[in-house]
């Protein structure tokens, strides 16, 4: 089956410092990304959809200049978190559809524990 | 705006019987309905996908029913198992888009 990763699994960063975090899609080529953050005990809430090629699309509330995204190939989404502030501790996670339309399921990646110290 | 519910409290049941998860939605008409299972600290990982057009689906233990005139679909896990404790999320998506917008989740207890 499809494989989403994410890197790193975990990271800690002092306030005020960036972090950057990859989504890669192993065994499929993905054009379309999206970038969800998890809070304890609630949903995922979809930050951003991220283009290959293209910039990526940010939804209402989601700062686009605090929450860098590139979609540098077919495989490969970052996500930087500049100037981390302890509000943006959350648990990270990226989706990657197969390029075969909406009506398929997307493959997550495992996610990325970010706490801000 | 487009709301999802599922029921915010945990279901606590038996091992052997059946689980049912309740997803409601309203202001929304989506073409697909999904469900995830989320383990603590992991990725949501696909479980079964139902078409507007279909009112029921099924893959071994799990079934999903959706009606849409109720705005509402359930999920089922017969036979439950200590190994089926997760919390479980159902997603909706239009039909030109791969957008996916999830409900707060289920957590589901299995005790042995």
């Known amino acids: 089956g499809a494989v989403v990763s994410q890197h790193p699994s975990w990271v800690i960063c002092k306030s005020g410092t960036s972090v950057k975090i990859e989504c890669r899609s192993l065994d499929f080529q993905a054009t379309t990304m999206f970038w969800y953050r998890q809070f304890p005990k609630q949903s995922l809430m979809l930050m951003a959809t991220?283009?290959?090629?293209?910039?990526?699309?940010?939804e209402q509330g989601v700062e686009k200049d605090k929450f860098l995204i590139n979609h540098a190939s077919l495989t490969l989404s970052t996500l930087t978190v500049t100037s981390a502030h302890p509000e943006d501790s959350s648990f990270y996670i990226c989706?990657?559809?197969?390029?075969?339309?909406?009506?398929?399921?997307?493959?997550f990646g495992p996610g990325t524990r970010l706490t801000v110290t | 705006s487009q709301k999802i519910e599922q029921n915010s409290e945990a279901l606590n049941i038996q091992e052997g019987k059946t689980a049912t998860l309740t997803c409601n939605y309203t202001n929304y008409s989506p073409a697909y309905l999904q469900w995830y299972r989320q383990d603590p600290g992991r990725g949501p990982v696909f479980l079964l996908l139902?078409?507007?057009?279909?009112k029921e689906k099924r893959k071994e233990r799990l079934k999903v029913t959706f009606d849409t005139t109720l705005k509402q679909s359930l999920f089922h896990i017969t036979a439950s198992q200590p190994a089926d404790s997760a919390t479980y999320l159902c997603?909706?998506?239009?039909?030109?888009?791969?957008?996916?917008?999830f409900g707060s989740g289920t957590r589901l207890l299995v005790r042995p």
């Open positions: 997603a909706l998506s239009g039909d030109s888009s791969y957008k996916l917008i």
């Open positions: 139902i078409r507007e057009n279909e």
């Open positions: 989706s990657a559809p197969p390029d075969r339309g909406p009506s398929y399921e997307q493959y």
């Open positions: 991220s283009n290959e090629g293209s910039k990526a699309t940010y």
